[in-house]
């Protein structure tokens, strides 16, 4: 299932990976089951095999049905859709539990959710809510707190709930990290995902939002000089170990390309780059790598490319570049 615009749902603006269905504001939890694709529920059934006394195919038709007891086959109510193969162990999280685990937080709390949908064909999926927190970086530079929950159900992903951002310039997402590193809250499917007590963890990491965004000011603050800027994309972008052949002009990059096109977002050609917190800043260089993985960095679909921003390798890369740029004002 590659064409995800049918499994996705956000109110308000369009987000930056284009896909969806826009639903009004405010609308209960049934309305976002529906709208997202999530109303379908994970069913699981014991893995069977025909055991054949001959090799030949046409005996293993005839064979005797068998069960392998310590794995099972998770699929789709709706469609019947096989989605893994995983442990009896394993702890499944339903996508309605994704979207109620919200609940509370928008009827209570005053948060709102702003998009959820599924991934790979089930096998992962999430809710993005908007905190109410809000804050101008160095002028006019908005950036907006979020709360993401996301999970699957094959086991590349553990069951996540996140404080993330959004500058709004540009759509750009990044986690809310600090030098501790991200202040995320993960449950293993060996363990029941228990909604209450991760809102009570994050109790302490969404109450990191001051401190982060600090940081974001001191960034905007510090003002780049050319060989730094090289370098920080050298690090964030490039095989480190060829980085100093190729400053003595020896060699060459391993993703060129990714280089060039970084340092062109923060030479002035990136959304908001122009903005006083980025222009020549290390907030710029930051922001540039995280439009460069958010919008530029090649992808086989726009929903492979969300996918890798927030659970693969994008998301790693960001991570890296704020951990850089951390080290300039350190």
């Given at each position: 299932?590659?064409?995800?615009i049918?499994?996705?749902?956000?109110?308000?603006?369009?987000?930056?990976?284009?896909?969806?269905?826009a639903l009004?504001?405010?609308?209960?939890?049934?309305?976002?089951?529906?709208?997202?694709?999530m109303?379908?529920q994970i069913?699981?059934t014991p893995?069977?095999y025909?055991a054949?006394?001959g090799q030949?195919?046409?005996?293993?038709?005839?064979?005797?049905?068998?069960e392998?007891?310590?794995?099972?086959?998770l699929?789709r109510s709706d469609?019947k859709a096989?989605?893994?193969?995983?442990s009896?162990r394993?702890?499944?999280?339903?996508?309605?539990?994704v979207?109620e685990?919200?609940?509370?937080?928008?009827?209570?709390?005053g948060y709102?959710?702003?998009?959820a949908?599924?991934?790979?064909?089930?096998?992962?999926?999430?809710a993005l809510?908007?905190?109410?927190?809000?804050?101008?970086?160095?002028?006019?530079d908005?950036?907006?707190g979020y709360?993401l929950?996301?999970?699957?159900?094959?086991?590349?992903?553990?069951?996540?709930?996140m404080?993330t951002?959004?500058?709004v310039?540009?759509?750009?997402?990044?986690?809310?990290a600090?030098q501790g590193g991200?202040?995320a809250v993960k449950?293993p499917?060996?363990?029941?995902?228990d909604?209450?007590?991760?809102?009570?963890?994050l109790?302490?990491?969404?109450?990191q939002w001051?401190?982060f965004i600090?940081?974001?000011r001191?960034?905007?603050e510090?003002?780049?000089?050319?060989h730094e800027s090289?370098?920080?994309f050298?690090?964030?972008l490039?095989?480190?170990?060829k980085?100093a052949?190729?400053?003595?002009?020896?060699?060459g990059?391993?993703n060129?390309r990714?280089l060039q096109?970084?340092?062109?977002?923060?030479?002035?050609?990136g959304?908001?780059a122009?903005?006083?917190a980025?222009?020549?800043t290390?907030w710029?260089l930051?922001?540039s790598?995280?439009e460069?993985?958010?919008?530029?960095?090649r992808?086989r679909?726009q929903d492979n490319?969300?996918d890798?921003?927030?659970?693969?390798?994008?998301?790693?890369?960001k991570?890296?570049?704020?951990e850089?740029?951390?080290?300039?004002?350190?």
């Amino acid at each position: 299932m590659s064409h995800l615009i049918e499994t996705m749902a956000y109110t308000g603006q369009t987000p930056w990976h284009q896909l969806g269905h826009a639903l009004p504001q405010k609308q209960p939890l049934e309305v976002w089951a529906q709208a997202a694709g999530m109303q379908w529920q994970i069913l699981e059934t014991p893995v069977r095999y025909l055991a054949a006394e001959g090799q030949d195919a046409a005996s293993s038709l005839y064979g005797e049905p068998m069960e392998y007891p310590e794995q099972k086959v998770l699929y789709r109510s709706d469609t019947k859709a096989p989605l893994s193969v995983v442990s009896n162990r394993y702890q499944v999280v339903q996508p309605r539990d994704v979207l109620e685990f919200y609940r509370d937080l928008t009827e209570v709390a005053g948060y709102e959710l702003e998009t959820a949908g599924v991934l790979k064909a089930g096998r992962k999926f999430w809710a993005l809510a908007r905190t109410g927190k809000s804050v101008a970086i160095k002028g006019d530079d908005q950036v907006n707190g979020y709360l993401l929950l996301a999970t699957s159900c094959d086991g590349t992903l553990a069951t996540v709930a996140m404080p993330t951002t959004v500058r709004v310039v540009c759509n750009n997402t990044l986690a809310i990290a600090l030098q501790g590193g991200v202040n995320a809250v993960k449950v293993p499917h060996s363990t029941s995902f228990d909604a209450q007590a991760v809102k009570r963890q994050l109790g302490i990491a969404v109450g990191q939002w001051d401190s982060f965004i600090y940081q974001m000011r001191t960034l905007a603050e510090r003002k780049v000089k050319s060989h730094e800027s090289m370098n920080f994309f050298l690090k964030v972008l490039c095989d480190t170990d060829k980085s100093a052949s190729l400053v003595k002009g020896k060699g060459g990059l391993t993703n060129e390309r990714a280089l060039q096109k970084a340092q062109m977002l923060y030479d002035g050609h990136g959304r908001g780059a122009s903005k006083s917190a980025a222009q020549g800043t290390a907030w710029g260089l930051l922001c540039s790598i995280t439009e460069y993985v958010d919008h530029e960095r090649r992808a086989r679909s726009q929903d492979n490319r969300l996918d890798s921003a927030w659970f693969g390798l994008g998301a790693a890369i960001k991570q890296r570049a704020l951990e850089h740029a951390l080290q300039l004002v350190a």
